[in-house]
């Protein structure tokens, strides 16, 4: 007995050294990697949006690429270079409070040479203090609620626990534990019958670090996933390789890992996966030829798919140069800045006088940095931020936070065409202040109706939706399902009648699925059976909605 109890421990982790940080992180990047679409699929609203495991996962690999541009020496500059990542890469609700976890936990941590389960534990309970005193309202049943029961129980045993394998393990198991009761915490999460995402995607994220520190290995994601993700990235920034090379070949005896490394001096973006006799190879290059005679050297080749990245770039491009216009003149002495999707939009916002506008919305949240960036750039000190999706809400107040050179006031537009209403009630002749307040009026006597698809099956607001449904919001409230965009608005219009009948004007934006002859005929049956309503019909070119409309 007791040469078993000192084997054990003397096998005990019982400190985390900065290399353990390290691969804990990394774990739990790994895990949330493999385990994101799973998070993706809890959000209550079934619509495409900027879904909260592949925020939260953009979050951390952020500040995992911000650790690798140097060596840190001791744990406090891993902290930092953690922090710095995660803040200027935090995204959506859910990436900027995980930014802020990350933040209470190395801050509370400080700067020891090591870290034990005591020590731990505080760093828990400072990452959940601020976590919570970020958002505006804390809600219980959320991520928030998970961290704080996983903090709670890591110092209730942290004093006669000294082992962190069991401690992560007695910790992961209480935040599973509160992580199966928020489905009943929040209404919208019992009807949807759905546990919290951002709580279980925090769960991944410690499981994940408790896998590695245990010297297990976290599967990675197939093959598709991970190139889908690297062929993204390409597009959207410098194209430093224009041709995309998938190659599937019968290798035989022949090393991946060799390929791997001889593969090192054509290009980028290289995954080589194997699979019995099968090797199915990927790689970003300028030079495809000389892939193909390398690999028809070592192996037969089976199928060869090349893909010209720069034509797709290059018409993204042509669009947005013919879209593009300067902002209007504006009187005003102040910056407008929105986030905008749809080119229809970004027209009219021009025209509205906006200086700058930050691509992004649905599925494409903007990073704290983005939103920085263009804070900074803007040409006046005052500046007025519409972000325009609840979702973007929140790093958008921590982008003014870090503006240490400009006047920043958020106007916490929910819906694209809230910013319209608001920006015309600007007035050159008002103070800064005063403008605010009548662009904030301007948004509360203004309702809007949402005409979108659900992507998953679901149970929101007495509705059972199907994968496929077109849906309608009232305001943020899911009011409607249907065949047809057109027809919805409609219905959803006469059962809003009384509330319509009220105001004076519809301002109806059709989106990129949507053809300007069905567009007309929608505003027919409106103009039919609203006749004293003044109604203007729009191009917005959003993608993901039919039709957005605001009611004034």
Known sequence: MLLSRGLREKNMLNKLMLADFKKLLAGALSNLEKNKEIVNKLNV???PDGDTGTNMYLTLKTAMEEVGKKDQSNLKEFGKAVCTGALVGGRGNSGVILSQMLKGFFESIDDPPFVDTVKFASGLMGASKVAYQAVIKPVEGTMLTVLKAAATKAVLIAQNEQDFIKFLEDIIYEANKILSKTVDMLPELKEAGVIDAGGQGLVFLLEG???????????????????????KAAISGDLKFKYDTVVLLNTGNVDPEKIKNDLQGFGDSIVVAASSDLTKVHIHSNEPYRILEYLVSVATIKEARIENMQLEVNEFLKEEKQEDVLPS????????????????FKKLFRNLGVETIIEG???????????LEAINSTK????VLFPNNSNIVLAAGEAKKLSQTKHVEIIPTNNIVEAIPAILAFNSEA???ENIENGKKAIEKIHTVSITYSIRDTKVNGFSIKNGDIIAFFDHEIVGKGKNPGKLLMDILNKKREVVENKEFLGVYYGKDVTKEDAEKTLAMIQEKFPNLEIDLINGEQPFYYYLVSIE
Not at 209 to 231: H, Q, R
Not at 361 to 371: E, K, R, S, V, Y
Request: aromatic share 6%.
């Open 329 to 344: 003149e504006t009187k005003l002495p102040f910056s407008i800045i929105c986030v905008a999707q749809g080119n229809g």
């Open 361 to 371: 919305g649905q599925t494409m949240n903007p990073c704290i940095n983005d939103i």
């Open 45 to 47: 609203f079934p619509i």
């Open 380 to 383: 006046k000190e005052n500046v």
């Open 431 to 433: 103070t800064f202040e």
């Open 209 to 231: 670090g408790l896998t590695v520190l245990k010297g297990e290995e976290i599967a990675v994601p197939v093959f598709e996933e991970v190139t889908e993700e690297m062929d």
